[in-house]
């Protein structure tokens, strides 16, 4: 299957584990224990085939651009560089489309199967991205039709699984809403840095975030909280803004009420609501620069 993680690797075999008992440099429990850490990761050798939604594991190589035939399974419980978080099939037909045309879709399909599994991305290690093994040419023409889609760590590890944050009634309307407004904000952005360029494409913009932020209060209704109040009625003054945006004559008009409507979004506002909630409380450094600014 090809990954856009891993470059190809090869299964580590028996053999090279028996040959480091010929080291004469290293120490004979060293030699033991390195010898039962390569049996131990030969024994957790999967074929990518075998990936089900919920599976921790370790690319066998860097994480790049390539295909890969297998992986190490890793219990949850311990450290490991990624996470099965979403599967899909896809159907294309007979003739393989290409990787540009598969990559396409699981571009757009993979984020949500991710926001499925984990739906708190406040909560996800830091450093973890998605990542997604798909058919190749060659699998393609055996039946293969499989994309998993993977939160994995390029660098570095993390233990536990990331499923179970965001699984009360509560939480999962909270963030459905809240995931869905900052989707708006990022994906209707405009090539055009500045306004004047394109106002039509940033009224588009803030269209699609007011409508999105109408959503997500109709969720907060029934939300019972004394922050889950406050933020509901910051958020009210914030669509506010948003459908001023829309509705903006010229460009002047538009800066006018996009301040106060961006502002309104800082995510910072959200954190007492959410410790309220019980969800990951720590905003993602990523955004945090954004609003920082």
Known sequence: MAVRTSSRP?????????????VGAVGCSDVVESAKDGAEKVARQRSVFQLNTGDCYNPNGKAAEGE???IEMVPCGEPHQGQVVGEFTLDEGKTFPG??????????????????????TWALPKGVEIFYYTPTKESWSTGDRAVSCT???????????????????????YLTGANAVYEALWTNQPEAENVEDDLDGYKAQAKAVAAALDAHLKGLQGIEGTETGKLRAQ???????????????????????????????????????????????????????????
Request: hydrophobic share 40%; charged share 25%; with cysteine.
């Open 99 to 120: 990787n540009d045309a598969i990559w396409a879709i699981a571009d757009e399909r993979c984020p949500a199967e991710a926001a499925k599994f984990a739906p708190d």
């Open 10 to 22: 090869r299964l580590r075999g028996i053999s090279a584990v028996v040959a480091l008992l010929a």
């Open 68 to 70: 890969t035939f297998s």
């Open 235 to 293: 958020l009210e003054k914030t669509a506010g803004q948003w459908k001023k945006a829309a509705n903006a004559a010229d460009s002047d008009a538009f800066y006018i009420a996009y301040d106060p409507a961006f502002t309104g979004l800082d995510p910072n506002k959200t954190i007492a609501a959410r410790k309220e909630l019980g969800l990951a409380t720590t905003v993602p450094a990523d955004d945090a620069e954004v609003w920082a600014g």
């Open 151 to 173: 939160y994995t760590k390029e660098k570095g590890t993390f233990a536990g699984s990331l499923k179970g944050s965001g699984e009360k009634p509560e939480q999962t309307a």
